[in-house]
T-cell receptor, first 117, second 115 residues
Framework: AQSVAQPEDQVNVAEGNPLTVKCTYS??????LFWYVQYPNRGLQFLLK??????LVKGSYGFEAEFNKSQTSFHLKKPSALVSDSALYFC???????????????FGQGTTLQVKP | DTEVTQTPKHLVMGMTNKKSLKCEQH?????MYWYKQKAKKPPELMFV???????INESVPSRFSPECPNSSLLNLHLHALQPEDSALYLC??????????????FGPGTRLTVL
């Protein structure tokens, strides 16, 4: 079965320090991986995605993610955290082509990022 | 522009009321989605419309009725809801359903409270 795991409910980091939000996945076939961010009382905002190619994906607001096929991971990173990065982050995998659930996203449980000044 | 709009922002309704949520996108996307989200939980897929036809219904109770009048609009009709249906309802759209680079873009949501 397809699944996504975000092992940390919350990540705390000081402003200016690097941050990592972890995500691992289990899918059959090629994974299509996404990161979304949700600020309080808002919808999900797309950050970045991995489809194929370079394992290091760069996205919005200075975020990047590293795809690691052997470890089935897709961790979100940022070199220097901002207080305004504090939000709820979701990792997701989309079922690939040919599946009866084409287009469906499987979300992780979410990780709350708290950046303190 | 990757904007999906949703109205209303907030909705309070009684269990006997009939109301509708609206979603609109003008990006030329051909897939539209309804999700339900409880606080601090991931969104749960409810319905998918692909090329204006219902392609996925995730066994949603019949008190929720989706409608896609055209490629830009998506409605969710609500009737005889229960208090446990209170949640944030998110609409999303994507360019080509299931295409290799397909990305879902979300609206801001409608906060629904059922009394």
């Amino acid at each position: 079965a397809q699944s996504v795991a975000q092992p940390e409910d919350q990540v705390n980091v000081a402003e200016g320090n690097p941050l990592t939000v972890k995500c691992t996945y289990s899918v059959s076939g090629n994974p299509y991986l996404f990161w979304y961010v949700q600020y309080p009382n808002r919808g999900l905002q797309f950050l970045l995605k991995y489809i194929t190619g370079d394992n290091l994906v760069k996205g919005s607001y200075g975020f990047e993610a590293e795809f690691n096929k052997s470890q089935t991971s897709f961790h979100l990173k940022k070199p220097s955290a901002l207080v305004s990065d504090s939000a709820l982050y979701f990792c997701a995998v989309r079922l690939g082509l040919g599946s009866s659930n084409t287009g469906k996203l499987i979300f992780g449980q979410g990780t709350t990022l708290q950046v303190k000044p | 522009d990757t904007e999906v709009t949703q109205t209303p922002k907030h909705l309070v309704m009684g269990m006997t009321n009939k109301k509708s949520l609206k979603c609109e996108q003008h990006m030329g996307h051909r897939a539209m989605y309804w999700y339900k989200q409880k606080a601090k939980k991931p969104p749960e897929l409810m319905f998918v419309y692909s090329y204006e036809k219902l392609s996925i219904n995730e066994s949603v109770p019949s008190r929720f009725s989706p409608e896609c009048p055209n490629s830009s609009l998506l409605n969710l009709h609500l009737h005889a809801l229960q208090p446990e249906d209170s949640a944030l309802y998110l609409c999303a759209s994507s360019q080509i359903p299931g295409g290799p680079t397909d990305t879902q873009y979300f609206g801001p949501g409608t906060r629904l409270t059922v009394l």
